[in-house]
């Protein structure tokens, strides 16, 4: 029986494992309900373990067990104990040992998608976190690092195609219509990272030649058919092993590179040594059926599971508190070979806006986690946006710090020193501190310490003595469990502009100008004066965003409006005109509430037409300036008292404006952007649809019937899935006949693609109209969906619940009682997607009293469930507490 609050695992009794396993041989013989696992491990005593010798414990789940055999002999019954997720060998020798078990488990009614399963009849497995549990008994925890050779045995006819990690040894055939693979992976590694795949597969392949002359042979598996799909993969893919190759010296290590693609997945992909798999919406791609921002994430995806060869695979975390070591940095990289692919700022404005939207309410709400935690019940619910995405951004501030060159010597030394082993944190920050001399103890703070720190700054100026000095406090509010918090070292890139527009040096009062314009913040307050400046200067904080923190500092419109036409920083001049949007749509707010009109926002769209004359500013660039802040933006920037009908409202007046007041130059930019005839997948061509789509929108904001008949026309005339779904995402979200026309003839068209009507169903989840409630729950019964697939899950009711605040929000407190409902649904068979569709109550306490006691009824009603999933059970009470 499982007790009913699980016992928190904490960081602070980490102790090294008492047995270590040197090699594993599995031989699995695949069967859809009945598939049979044969382990023989190496083990021994641990010379490093706190208390070595005693019992042998072995984690295993969801597996029945027939023997257990030790050095050769088979065990009687009586001289082990096995429990619902343990198998104990109360004595075992004191030296090395042979361990063998026999264990069944089935794979077709494994709909949880951790340990081993079937996805439209291909086997596969998933064991990060703690998945390898349910194929063997084994010490599953990533510190026990072993070599491992897999023989896979299957039907020929059902799975023609036998993966594994590592390199291919020997494959034939095995009678009675079935045949082996046997696969063998040199470098020792925790079994998260172990991987098969049993099925009927298409594969694209290529090779890869690396700096040291090696040959790797490239493949990419998917179901028959859509081998034509993978082409972007494979391009990405081999940009990305040059790209470690160059920026970081990193080599591949093995003689083939697998992907295989499946559809039911419950995250993106994972990074298993040789063998990353992979949800097929991350891999597939074709001009038709995948948009540009499709395309980027295939791109970044496939990029970020490669550096984990590195990054995670050869050195991998001591235990999972460590996640962050293998998770921020691997999406630090990936980020940075985004940013070296495509454009530096316009990448930049992309991943701080994903922090914002998806870190920042996860650290200011009752989820809030240190980067590093130190507890957890239920490991899978760490895999989140603060681990990864403020991960990353911690990773980047230590690169501001020290500078590109030391960066990668604290890199170089990190490989070096740790390759081959089970690492933290400390260990991490201990490479950097060694190659720079610079202390990084207060640095730990930041992975310590949960919640975004608040920067409150001011600059003075003093006409007489001609300087400028700037004043900055950090603040640290309370975060769930800890009120006292230490200051954390910030790095703060500024610039100062003179009135002309010129950016002014920055020369501190003891003469030394500042490298790169990079402060270093240490204390609680600080402050610095810079001397030989002219007039009154404005400052520009803060610049690519050198720091997760929220930046206060009272501006007048007009210096906003100079930053937005002045900054020479782009991606600050961008930030002037998002925090410009912000101020009025909240004024906007206040005013609608008093029932009032808002202002006329002159001043805003006047500086917004400034940056569209502005020809220097690519058109990537500009679609993000005519993108304003999202009304999930604005409710986390309100924080409290939410109502989410009066952000709606705000924002919708604000877009029309822009329509209405920009619109002769708009219809010039969408007219004159080049429709460009052969759809290629680059950046600059995908900027240049995304200007013209972002155009289109905010004229059909305006909502002449021209503006909506414009719409209807290029959704019609697309030739690309970019242009055809960002025409029906404008024409999904307005009621009338094209809405409906739209719809209907997407569905026809593409009702027998899986992942592209996925996109049918979020469009009409997102839709802020009344009956969206309704007709989201009609779509739950469509024969094209399903609960047991996650991507059909978040592509509706994950964009119900996250996307679309008005209706998830309705004040009747129907939206919430209908997730609530379906999370109770999905927990009883897949706990991870149930607790992470439950994330989109975590900002309720935010929300107007009304709306507040619906979402606390309906999450009550979820925590007084018997029988609830350590995963949701984790998250409600955290979300209630
Ligand atoms: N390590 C993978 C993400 C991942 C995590 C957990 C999973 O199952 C619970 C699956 C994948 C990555 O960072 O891409
Ligand atoms: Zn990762």
């Known amino acids: 029986m499982k007790p009913e609050t699980p016992k928190p695992i904490q960081l602070k009794n980490y102790s090294a494992p008492a047995y270590r396993i040197d090699t594993v041989d599995l031989d699995v013989s695949l069967h ?70 026999e264990t069944f488990c089935n794979p077709d009614t494994n709909a949880s998608l951790s340990g081993l399963y079937r996805s439209r009849e291909i086997y596969t497995t998933q064991c990060e976190a703690e998945g390898f549990r349910r194929i063997t008994y084994y010490l599953d925890r990533p510190d026990v690092l072993a070599t491992f050779t897999t023989r896979i045995e299957a039907d020929v006819e059902s799975a023609p195609v036998l993966l594994g990690n590592g390199n291919l040894v020997k494959h034939g055939r095995a009678g009675r219509g079935r045949h082996f693979a046997i696969w063998h992976d040199p470098h020792p590694k925790p079994a998260y990272l172990f ?37 972007w993969a494979m391009d990405a893919l081999k940009r990305s092993m040059k790209w470690d190759e160059e920026r970081f010296g990193r080599e591949y290590d093995l003689d083939v590179f697998n992907i295989v693609a ?31 921002a499709n395309y980027a994430d295939i791109e970044r995806v496939i990029a970020h599971e490669y550096f984990h060869n590195w990054t995670g695979n050869r050195i991998t975390c001591r235990d999972w508190f460590q996640l962050c070591l293998k998770e921020g940095l691997t999406v630090y990289r990936d980020q940075e070979f985004s940013a070296d692919t495509r454009s530096r700022t316009v990448q930049r404005i992309h991943d701080v806006r994903q922090l914002k939207a998806r870190q920042f309410p996860e650290d200011a709400g009752p989820l809030a986690h240190p980067v590093r935690p130190s507890s957890y019940i239920e490991i899978n619910n760490f895999y989140t946006a603060t681990v990864y995405e403020k991960g990353a951004e911690l990773v980047r501030m230590i690169a501001t ?65 001609k300087t400028a000095t700037l004043e900055v406090e950090q603040i640290h509010g309370a975060s769930p469990g800890a009120s006292k918090k230490s200051p954390v070292p910030i790095p703060i890139k500024i610039g100062l502009i003179g009135a002309n527009g010129q950016e002014l040096p920055l020369r501190l009062a003891n003469g030394r100008e500042l490298p790169d314009g990079v402060l270093e913040m240490t204390k609680r307050s600080e402050k610095w004066t810079f001397r030989d400046i002219p007039s009154r200067p ?36 961008w930030q002037a005109a998002q925090d410009y949007a912000m101020r009025i749509m909240i004024a906007a707010v206040r005013a609608l509430r008093k029932g009032q009109r808002p202002a006329r926002p002159d001043g805003f769209v006047g500086a917004l037409a400034t940056l ?58 969408y007219e004159s952007t080049v429709r460009i005839k052969t759809f290629k997948p680059d950046a600059k061509s995908a900027g240049e649809r995304a200007l013209r789509i972002a155009a289109l929108s905010l004229l059909a904001a305006r909502g002449n019937p021209d503006d909506i008949a414009r719409a209807a026309r290029h959704f019609r005339e697309a030739r690309n899935a970019t242009d055809e779904i960002g025409a029906l995402a404008i ?3 307005l009621p009338g006949p094209e809405r409906t026309e739209a719809l209907d003839r997407f569905y026809k068209r593409w009702k027998d693609d899986h992942l592209v009507i996925r996109t049918w169903f979020g469009f009409q989840a997102a839709a802020p109209l009344s009956t969206t409630l309704r007709t989201v729950k009609q779509l739950t019964t469509h024969p094209l969906f399903s609960m047991r697939n996650p991507n059909s899950v978040y592509g509706l009711i994950g964009t119900f619940a996250s996307s679309n605040p008005l209706q998830f929000n309705r004040p009747d407190g129907k939206g919430y009682d209908f997730v609530a409902a379906r999370i109770l649904e999905l927990d009883k068979f897949n706990p991870q997607v149930a607790a992470r569709l439950l994330g989109a109550f975590r900002s309720w306490r935010n929300l107007e009293i009304g709306r507040r006691r619906m979402a606390l009824r309906s999450l009550q009603n979820i925590a007084s469930t018997p029988g609830l999933s350590n995963d949701v059970q984790e998250i409600v009470s955290k979300i209630l507490d």
Request: glycine share 8%; proline share 5%; aromatic share 6%.
């Open 32 to 101: 859809p309900t009945r598939t049979r696992v044969l382990a023989t491990l190496k083990l021994r005593p641990s010379p490093d373990a706190a208390k070595p010798g005693g019992p042998l414990v072995l984690d295993g789940e969801m597996m029945e067990l027939g023997s257990v055999a030790l050095d050769g002999t088979v065990l009687e019954a009586g001289s082990y104990r096995v429990t619902a997720d343990t198998l104990t060998l109360p004595r075992v020798p004191d030296r090395a040992f042979t361990l063998t078990t």
């Open 195 to 231: 991987a098969l795949v049993g099925g009927k597969l298409a594969a694209h392949r290529d090779t890869f030649t690396t700096m040291s002359g090696r040959k790797v042979d490239l493949a990419i598996y998917v179901e028959p058919g859509k081998e034509d799909r993978c082409g």
């Open 262 to 292: 499946v559809s039911d997945f419950n995250m993106g992909a994972m990074e298993n040594k040789g063998l990353n798999i992979f949800n097929d919406r991350l891999v597939l791609a074709n001009p038709q059926t995948a948009t540009d």
């Open 401 to 465: 710090l020290l500078g590109r060159e030391t960066f990668r010597k604290g890199m170089d030394l990190y490989f070096e020193r740790h390759d081959g082993e089970a690492a933290t944190v400390e260990q991490f920050l201990q490479c950097f501190a060694d190659v720079s001399g610079h202390d990084l103890k207060s640095f730990m703070n930041w992975y310590n310490q949960a919640g975004t720190p608040e920067l409150v700054c001011a600059l003075k100026y003093d006409s007489r003595a």
């Open 538 to 573: 404005v400052a520009s904080l803060l610049r690519g965003f050198s720091a997760p923190v929220n930046l206060t500092m009272s501006t007048t419109d007009r210096q906003l409006e100079f930053l937005v036409t002045h900054d020479t920083d782009a991606f600050n001049r």
């Open 612 to 669: 569209l004359n502005d020809t220097t500013l690519e058109p990537a660039y500009l679609a993000q300036v005519l993108a304003v802040p999202s009304e999930s933006d604005v409710a986390r920037v309100i924080g409290r008292d939410v109502d989410p009908a009066l952000i709606h409202r705000a924002r919708r007046w604000l877009r029309k404006a822009i329509g209405v007041q920009l619109g002769d130059r708009l219809v010039e930019i």
């Open 731 to 733: 024409l999904a979200n």
